[in-house]
Each structure stands twice: as C-alpha cells, then as structure tokens.
C-alpha cells in the first residue's frame, strides 16, 4: 500500500507536493482530490482511484502562475517556500467552495497549514487579495 | 520515501462483501476508513497488517439519514460531510461543533465518524457528544445486525465491543429537543489540530423550573469518555443555583479519573472539567 505522496513524488516525478511530517500535522504534502483539499501522505494510492487528483503543478495554465500563485508572489507570502505547495492548496480548495470568504474562514481553511517563515500575516494578506479581486480570481483563469 | 510493506487490500462494494471477508480473515484484517489514524501508524512503522479491508469505495455506508425521530449517520460520513448537513446542524449543532474542532479542513475531509469510534481513543471528540445523546452504534457481522449503546461501546482503554467478525455501519442520534440545551466544549493547545486535555458534551432540559433531565460527558479525563453520573444525580430534580452548580463541580472527583501526561496534568484536566460545567450550567439557565 503505497501514499498518494510517493506516487507522486516518486512515480509521477510531481515533486511539488512535499514532504513535511509525514504524520497529518503540518499540510506540506496537501493535494486536492475531487475537490477537497487532504493530506497525500494519509492516503494509501487505492483509494484515489477513479478521482481526480489536483497538485500545485495543475494550479499554472499555459505556463501562466494562476491568481493565487501570483498573489503569493506579489505579497511576499513565501519565504523558504517549503509550506508554500501546501497552503497554495489549502487556497485554492477554498476559493472553489467560497469565491469571497471572509478573514476567520481563510485562518480556518489554512489551520492545517504550518508556516515556520511567513508569521502568516502575508499568507492571509495573499488570499484575501485574490478573493476580493485584487488579482484576478482563478475561475477567469481556468 | 515510505516503504509500507507489501500487503493485500480488498475494497469490497457492499456492506455484505466486506462482512464475507471480516468473517474470512477475522482478527488478521484491517479495516480502513479515511486513513487518518491507520497511515499515521502506518508510516511510522507502529502498524503490521497482512491484509486490508478498504471500506472507502462503500457508498452504502455513507450519509445521513433524517428519520422522525433520529438521524442516522453512516459509519464512513466524513466530518466535512457531517459539519455542513443541514440535519445535523437542526438535530445535533452539538455534533456540528465536534465536527468543527477536529484536525483542520484536511482531516475534516477525510476523517470518519466510523473511524473515530472505533479507534476508540479517550481524545476523541465526537464521543462525549454520542454519549450526552445516548446515541446507538449500529454492527453489522454475517452474523447478525445489532445495535449497541454508546455507553456499552467502548468497554476499556482502546477497548470495543467490536467482534473479530464486525464493523460499525452507522451511529443512530436521537433528535433532540427545541427546549433541551446543548452544548459541546473542548479545550486543547490551539483551535485546529490539537488533540483535546478536556472535552464536555453537556445536554440539559428544564421544566418548571427544575432539572429535569441531564447529560453530561467528558473526554479525555478517564480510559474511555465517561458520563459523570455522580454530578448529573446532584443536578436531577433540583432548581439550579449557584449553590448546586459548586456541589455538581465537586461531585465531578467522584466521576472523572484524569491522568498526567504529555498533554496535560491531571490537576489541571481536573480543574477544567469543573470549569466547563460551571460554564455550561450559567450558560444554559440564561436561557
Ligand atoms: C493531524 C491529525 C489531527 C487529528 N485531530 C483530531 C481531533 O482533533 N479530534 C479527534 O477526535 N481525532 C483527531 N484525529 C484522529 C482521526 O482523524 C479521527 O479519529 C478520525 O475520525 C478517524 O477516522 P478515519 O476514517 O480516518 O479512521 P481510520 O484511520 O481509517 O481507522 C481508524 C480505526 O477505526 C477502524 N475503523 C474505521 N472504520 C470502521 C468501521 N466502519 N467499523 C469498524 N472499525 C472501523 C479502523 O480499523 C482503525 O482501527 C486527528 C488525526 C490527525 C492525523
Ligand atoms: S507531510 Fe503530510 S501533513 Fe505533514
Ligand atoms: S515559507 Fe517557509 S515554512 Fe512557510
């Protein structure tokens, strides 16, 4: 039984997704599966199948960042950039069920996200920035 | 990279095919919901199994019901699921709130309520909420289908009544009432991913102005969740006070057997559970 994470990583050559604990805590290895963000490194490969997996590496189109990635860009919301392919998921998997979400529903959307860098603050400042049409939001991208 | 060991997993399509196997392979199979307590072992090398059981692709086992009296919830409903049922948020917002406390959005999708009681740890936060409801469990074997109550369910530390041969398919939640108060309190390190020092499910209804009827179930302060009946038996038929609220606090050490451990210190556990009662007795007589 192998983690959605190696197949990733190591099948797949997807080395995106990181690795952070291994044990559910810190959101690094998060992914999108059928529309909902989880951990990659809880789910045996099996039960991925017939759905549809998202990773960071799907977020560009055409080689063009998307809105949140660039608002991560444009804010300053990465810095050594290890929690960044988790939390640019967590986003995302928030503004497709909530285009406009308030400040407490993106801290709780990304609670399962750890920074040690960023304090947060520009992360926040990031998706807030997308949702309210600072940046352009994904679906317009997508 | 993680090398889980080789192993068989089946992924049955109906509840009878995963009860086929269960019978089959009995003691030696590993049932798997959504993984979130099984890979955590898994990955870390705590967990040997030959052979798994999947039960994820099993649609049968998903869902919740709204029936004229209950809500019947599947054993593999996430707590994603279970936070946004309007149902739930009618019949039981206290299993709303639960739901709400636990990991954060990556968990919540995938976590189970299945999953939750049968790994039976005394942190596990929907259990207190189960037990002030007096929720069933329901088991399904080739056996038999029974159903057991939550206070029966979990018969020591990580213990069930689970059979070799069974699995839970779902867990039967009385609706509660308009005039019943409900409330459920969890105290941890921070809001999301902390496992819980003290968890309360309090459920209270008052008629004529006495107590006349009170659950109260705490996490996290004994082996298993415990209802503290010596602090609900002060509380029944009295009129709330002040007064009765200290004598239920106290009540509260003939009830609870908290530890010390990594989490927390069993004065403080102690300290808190009385804590939280107090808050939900001045609570539910405002209203
Ligand atoms: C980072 C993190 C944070 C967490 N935070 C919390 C928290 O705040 N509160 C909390 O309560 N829990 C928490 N948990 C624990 C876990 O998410 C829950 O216990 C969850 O409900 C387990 O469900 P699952 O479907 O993932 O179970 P699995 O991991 O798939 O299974 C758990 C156990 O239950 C058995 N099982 C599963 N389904 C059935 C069934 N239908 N019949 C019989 N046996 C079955 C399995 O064999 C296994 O022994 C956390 C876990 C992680 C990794
Ligand atoms: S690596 Fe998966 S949550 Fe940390
Ligand atoms: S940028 Fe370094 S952990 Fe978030």
């Known amino acids: 039984m192998k983690r959605l994470l190696d197949v990733l990583r190591e099948d797949c050559r997807l080395t995106g997704t990181k690795e952070g604990c291994g044990e559910g805590e810190c959101g690094a290895c998060s992914v999108i599966v059928d529309g909902e963000v989880v951990n990659s490194c809880l789910i045996p490969v099996c039960q991925v199948e017939g759905s549809s997996v998202t990773t960071v590496e799907g977020l560009a189109l055409n080689d063009q960042l998307s809105p949140l990635q660039r608002a991560f860009l444009e804010y300053g919301a990465a810095q050594c950039g290890i929690c960044t392919p988790g939390m640019l998921m967590s986003a995302h998997a928030l503004l497709l069920r909530r285009p406009h979400p308030i400040r407490n529903q993106i801290l709780e959307a990304i609670a399962g996200n750890l920074c040690r860098c960023t304090g947060y603050t520009k992360i926040l400042d990031a998706i807030a920035a997308v949702s309210s049409g600072n940046i352009n939001k994904p679906d317009q991208s997508e | ?287």
Not at chain 2, 33 to 62: C, H, K, S
Not at chain 2, 103 to 125: F, H, K, L, V, Y
Not at chain 2, 268 to 274: E, I, L, P, T
């Open chain 2, 1 to 287: 990279m993680i090398r889980l060991q080789h192993n068989v997993v089946h992924r049955p399509r109906t509840i009878d095919d995963a009860c086929t196997l269960l019978a089959e392979y009995g003691p030696s199979a590993q049932l798997l919901a959504g993984g979130t307590d099984i890979m955590v072992l898994l990955n870390a090398g705590l967990l040997q199994a030959d052979v798994f059981i999947d039960l994820w692709p099993l649609d049968e086992l998903r869902g919740i019901d709204d029936l004229p009296d209950s809500l019947r919830i599947g054993a593999l409903t996430t707590f994603s699921q279970i936070l946004r049922s309007p149902a739930v948020e009618r019949f039981a917002p206290a299993l709303a709130a639960a739901a709400r406390t636990i990991g954060a959005a990556q968990i919540q999708n995938r976590g189970t309520i299945g999953g939750n009681i049968a790994n039976a740890s005394p942190a596990a936060d929907s259990l207190p909420v189960l037990s002030c409801l007096d929720a069933d469990i329901e088991l399904a074997s080739v056996r038999s289908r029974r159903r057991v109550s939550i206070h029966s369910f979990h018969t020591g530390y990580r213990k069930t009544a689970l059979a070799a041969d069974e699995m839970i398919v779902a867990v039967h939640l009385p609706k509660t009432r308009t005039d019943e108060r409900i409330e459920f309190y969890k105290v941890g390190t921070r809001r999301a991913q902390a496992i819980s020092k003290v968890v309360l499910g309090a459920r209270m209804q008052i008629a004529g102005g006495i107590v006349e009827h009170i659950a109260l179930a705490y996490g996290s302060v004994a082996p298993t969740v415990v209802r503290a009946r010596a602090a609900e038996a002060i509380l029944l038929g009295q009129y709330p006070s002040p007064e009765l609220a200290s004598r239920a606090v106290a009540a509260l050490d003939r009830d609870l057997k908290p530890i010390t451990d990594l989490r927390s210190s069993a004065a403080y556990r102690r300290r808190v559970a009385g804590n939280l009662l107090e808050r939900f007795l001045r609570k539910a007589l405002q209203h």
